[in-house]
């Protein structure tokens, strides 16, 4: 069966943002003049998916609202002439169909993927991270669902890490299938260095087949006293196959301050309207400081 419902949760408080994020959900942090999370539900349109279901929290409704029509604000560019903003956020407002359902409680992934079960149904569905942006030739989830259609199981976003980051990570101990591919074995939520079975970490993006739910309702709280999804996957991989993908890509954590302005530096070199700009400017930089 296709895919065709992609599960985003966005309920998170965005501390690490303070106080840019009082008022304005991080996911509405723009890279440039696009929100964060406009790039994220590109990526899964790209890849076919249909529908996104948000997982929210409370002051999260504008998230939403950015995927939904403004016909106030085209009229006002139209009479002034704006024809080609119009367009762009015509666009915006016709890129997929959005719904979303509300996470009560701050109790972890792994419970926010759960708060879409009623959503999802009993598919198979793609969950994305809005913290990480992954820029790639082939959209990162598109790659994870050219597998899932192969074996049909649930695949698990790969990125190799130095050993002293896998702390920050869900990290899987696998055997490899291929140059890419690996069978999960066993996976382990932030782990100290030298307890971590592997440098292969989980990044933000997952195909999850439905039976993912009925364990996580039953999952315990787990490292954070949150539901983690690593638990309810590690689950999922004793009673059925779970792959993991090493995706082809440039991935950027803009949860992150400095994976922010990475972000924000790779995205602004893409544009040739910046591009030579920007490109001066950094190098104005280093010169000065090495002067």
């Given at each position: ?38 790039y994220v539900v590109q990526e899964a349109v790209e890849a076919g998916i249909q529908e996104v279901i948000f997982v929210t929290g409370r002051g999260k409704d504008s998230i939403e609202d950015h995927f939904d029509a403004v016909p106030e604000l085209e009229q006002i560019l139209e009479e002034r002439g704006q024809t080609e903003v119009v367009k762009a956020l015509r ?201």
């Amino acid at each position: 069966m296709k895919i065709k419902k992609a599960v985003i949760p966005v309920a998170g408080l965005g501390t690490r943002f303070l106080p840019a994020t009082k008022t304005v959900p991080k996911e509405l942090l723009p890279i440039l003049d696009i929100p964060a999370i406009q790039y994220v539900v590109q990526e899964a349109v790209e890849a076919g998916i249909q529908e996104v279901i948000f997982v929210t929290g409370r002051g999260k409704d504008s998230i939403e609202d950015h995927f939904d029509a403004v016909p106030e604000l085209e009229q006002i560019l139209e009479e002034r002439g704006q024809t080609e903003v119009v367009k762009a956020l015509r666009q915006i407002a016709d890129m997929i169909e959005v719904v979303s359902v509300r996470q009560k409680r701050p109790l972890g992934l792994g419970h926010a993927v759960l708060c879409a079960r009623d959503l999802v149904g009993e598919e198979s569905f793609a969950v994305l991270l809005a913290d990480d942006l992954i820029d790639s030739d082939i959209p990162c989830v598109r790659q994870l669902l050219d597998v899932y259609e192969e074996k049909k199981e649930s695949v698990l976003a790969l990125m190799r890490v130095p050993a002293g980051e896998v702390r920050r990570y869900g990290v899987i101990k696998g055997q490899s299938l291929s140059d890419r591919l690996y069978e999960v074995e066993d996976m382990v939520e932030k782990p100290k260095p030298e307890q971590a079975p592997s440098q292969m970490a989980i990044i933000g993006r997952y195909i999850l087949r439905p039976e993912i739910f009925p364990i996580l309702e039953t999952t315990q709280s787990g490292t954070g006293g949150e539901i983690q999804l690593t638990d309810g996957l590690l689950q999922l991989a004793r009673k059925r196959k779970v792959y993991g993908y090493e995706f082809a890509g440039e991935r950027y954590d803009v949860g992150d301050k400095f994976g922010f302005v990475r972000a924000t530096i790779a995205y602004a070199l893409k544009r040739p309207e910046l591009n030579g700009q920007v490109m001066d400017y950094l190098k104005s930089i280093v010169e000065n400081r090495s002067g």
